[in-house]
């Protein structure tokens, strides 16, 4: 992929539900299939509803500072990444900001960035940074591990980068042995943690940054935004990482299984692409069969479906249905 520049303000093609074909068997949506854990369901119900939350959310954010080891005062907790990368958008982008992408990026920033006046170029993976020019206002956004792709880049590259870089690390969980940024001026890490642990309507999403970032990116959302269910959750999280320990070399191994039966590339990871020619076309007669997939052209990959494994009885379902098309 080229570098392409996106400014206009569209609506965005997500997976998962669209409305009444919700019986549909859905490998769309990039899921723990072994989720939710319980564990934090548990904790989630037995969180207290009948007062305010702590404003300041302290318990939380101490939490999760110790185990990334990171400063309290750099922890921003967010209704889920899409609710974060808006606030971004907000915080950092005005008209004539040129935000970049390495990649198709994350719909949603793409969004912000378009409602805030900016101008968005989406470059290849492989672009060195070097060769960008880094203005003061300048923003870097890639995901890492990449949506739809997969494809991981060492941390240690991005380390040139002198503007903003925001780095959404929605499935670092699934990452076989990652490594992780340490902390450095302009720079966000984004977590949608809800996806390791199979509880996307929870929303649970943080952001890792400076203390001074953190400051302006809370000016940005309302006071109790985060309600006390997501806020104990959220601080319980780094205690409950046994059943991502569990469960995710599992879940590994089923997606390299599913992607050698459908004759792909396996990416590592829960996820991976299958060249079909015409996406849309094979994702409407998989869709004629209960079975829906992700269409990656609204990505800029009108060749490629995105194929998250399910429960291996699910997968032969799909299996099944790819041959017979």
Known sequence: ???V????????A???PQGPDDALLDFSVNTNPLGPNPDLVRIWQT???DRYPDPHYTRAREAL???HGWDPDGIVLGVGASELLHRIARAFVRAGTTAYALGAPFGEFAHGVALQGGTLRILPRQTPLIALPAADDDLLYLSNPHNPTGHW???HSLA???GMLVVDEAYLPFVESPSELPMRDW???VHSPGKAHGLLGMRLAYALTTPQIAQRLRAFQPAWAIPTPLAAVLEALPAHQDFVTRTVPIVRAWARDLAGALGAAWSGLHFFTVAVGDAARVAQRLRARGIRVRDCTSFGYPNLIRVATRLPEENARLIAAWHSI
């Open 5 to 12: 520049e996106a400014s206009a303000i569209c609506a965005f």
């Open 47 to 49: 969180a207290p509803v």
């Open 153 to 155: 880049l060492d941390p």
């Open 14 to 16: 997500h997976g998962g």
């Open 1 to 3: 992929m080229g570098c």
């Open 160 to 162: 040139v980068w002198s």
């Open 65 to 67: 500072a110790g185990w």
């Open 187 to 189: 720079l966000i890490r």
